[in-house]
């Protein structure tokens, strides 16, 4: 449905991995189940501190994932990515790429102060 309602719009759905998106940290990059303390909302990552509500922490992640896709996309106009295939071998390699992700501020514009 959300892939029908997208092409309506002149935009496309993509589908991304989930797996470990919230349990990955964004700014070092260590996946634990550690990070997550007693299975809670609140994301602390073992390895740097970082501290998040761990659904930004996946937001963050899936985001992530999709703009790799994206840049795969635009520099070979072949979507690398297809999770639908359930091959083993190339559902690891996506998770290799992925480890390599970080989240960096420099990247999101920020608002000027205001008074
Ligand atoms: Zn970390």
């Known amino acids: ?15 991304v991995d989930a797996h470990y ?5 964004p700014m070092c990059g260590h ?14 990552c073992q390895n740097c501190q970082y501290i998040l509500h761990a659904d930004v922490i996946g937001a963050r992640n899936v985001t992530l994932r999709t703009l ?10 072949v979507l690398s ?3 639908d295939v359930s091959d083993s071998e190339a559902k690891a390699a996506r998770l ?11 990247t999101s514009p920020r608002l000027p102060d205001v008074g």
């Not at 449905?1 to 589908?15: D, E, Q, R, T, V």
């Not at 998106?21 to 940290?25: N, P, Y």
């Not at 550690?34 to 994301?43: A, I, S, Y």
């Not at 290799?96 to 960096?104: C, F, G, K, N, V």
Request: net charge positive; aromatic share 8%.
């Open 96 to 106: 290799q790429r992925y480890a390599e992700l970080r989240w960096s501020p420099d």
């Open 31 to 44: 996946t634990s189940k550690d990070n997550r303390p007693g299975k809670g909302l609140l994301f602390v």
């Open 81 to 83: 990515v297809r999770p």
């Open 21 to 25: 998106s919230s349990q990955a940290c």
């Open 68 to 77: 790799l896709m994206r840049q795969d996309w635009m520099s070979t106009g």
């Open 1 to 15: 449905m959300i892939a029908y309602k997208a092409l309506l719009h002149g935009s496309m759905a993509i589908k």
